[in-house]
C-alpha cells in the first residue's frame, strides 16, 4: 500500500501532475495543461499554484509555465537556463539550480537529478538553449519521497538515486519514442528499487506506443511492486 501522508498525487495527463499536500498547497511539475489534449477538461482550471517544477524546456512540460508564473506567481524550479528564459518573459520567483543540488521551497525539498533527454526551448521560430533536461527527487510534507524521472532514456545512475534518496514512489515516462518504453522503463525500476510506480508520457501521442500492461508484464517477477495505473485525472492519496 502506498501510504502519500496527507498529500494527494494527481495525474493531469502527460508528464503534468498536480500535488495537493495535507495543508492545502499545491504544487505542479511540468506544467502543460491548457493544451494538454490528454488532461480532462474539468482539471484545466487551476485554483492556486504555490509551487512549480519544470523538468526541460520542451512544450509539452513547459507550455503554461509562463501563463501559471504570472498568474500565480509561485516559487519555481528549473535548470538555471531555463529559468533564465522564464525570467526573460517576465515571470518571477524562478530559481535556477542544477543537477545535484538541493532547495527548499515552500513546503517540499527538490534535488535535481540527471536525465538522459534534450532541452531546446521553442520560442517562436528560434530554439534557445535551455540547459539539460533533468528529473527531480521532492520529498513531501509527511516524508514522503517521490522521484519524476522526466522525460529520460533509462541510466545506470538510476541506481544511485535509488541508493542516495529511496524514492517510494517514481513517476516514469514509458510511452517510447521520446523517451524510455517499457523494456526501458522495466529496468529503471530495478535500478531505482521503487516499489510504487505511475506510468506517464504515453498515449499522448500516436508515437507514444508504450502502455502500463506491458510494463506490467515486464515487471511480474519484482515482489511487491505496485504499479498504479492512473487515468488522467486520477489521483493517489
Ligand atoms: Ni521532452
Ligand atoms: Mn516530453
Not at 130 to 152: F, N, Q
Not at 217 to 236: C, F, M, N, Y
Amino acid at each position: 500500500m502506498l501510504k502519500t501522508r496527507g498529500n494527494k498525487l494527481t495525474w493531469l495527463g502527460h508528464a503534468a501532475f498536480k500535488i495537493t499536500t495535507a495543508s492545502g498547497k499545491v504544487i505542479l511539475i511540468d506544467p502543460w495543461i491548457a493544451t494538454n489534449p490528454a488532461c480532462p477538461a474539468e482539471m484545466k482550471k487551476l485554483e492556486r499554484v504555490d509551487t512549480m517544477l519544470i523538468t526541460h524546456g520542451h512544450f509539452d512540460h513547459i507550455a503554461d509555465a509562463v501563463e501559471l508564473g504570472k498568474n500565480f506567481s509561485p516559487q519555481i524550479v528549473a535548470i538555471h537556463e531555463t529559468c533564465a528564459w522564464l525570467g526573460s518573459k517576465g515571470v518571477k520567483n524562478a530559481s535556477g539550480m542544477n543537477k545535484g543540488g538541493t532547495q527548499k521551497t515552500g513546503e517540499i525539498e527538490a534535488t535535481m537529478t540527471h536525465a538522459v533527454h534534450s532541452c531546446g526551448i521553442q520560442d517562436g521560430d528560434k530554439i534557445i538553449y535551455g540547459g539539460e533536461a533533468c528529473g527531480y527527487v521532492i520529498r513531501l510534507p509527511g516524508g514522503m519521497t517521490i522521484y519524476h524521472a522526466g522525460d529520460t532514456a533509462v541510466f545506470s545512475d538510476m541506481k544511485l538515486i535509488g541508493e542516495l534518496y529511496k524514492p517510494e514512489l517514481a513517476l516514469l515516462p514509458i510511452g517510447d519514442f521520446y523517451t524510455m518504453g517499457p523494456r526501458e522503463a522495466a529496468l529503471a525500476i530495478r535500478l531505482l528499487g521503487a516499489m510504487h510506480v505511475i506510468p506517464m508520457h504515453f498515449a499522448t501521442f500516436p508515437e507514444l506506443t508504450g502502455s502500463p500492461e506491458e510494463l506490467k508484464r515486464l515487471t511480474q517477477d519484482i515482489s511487491g511492486l505496485e504499479i498504479h495505473a492512473l487515468k488522467p485525472g486520477e489521483s493517489v492519496e
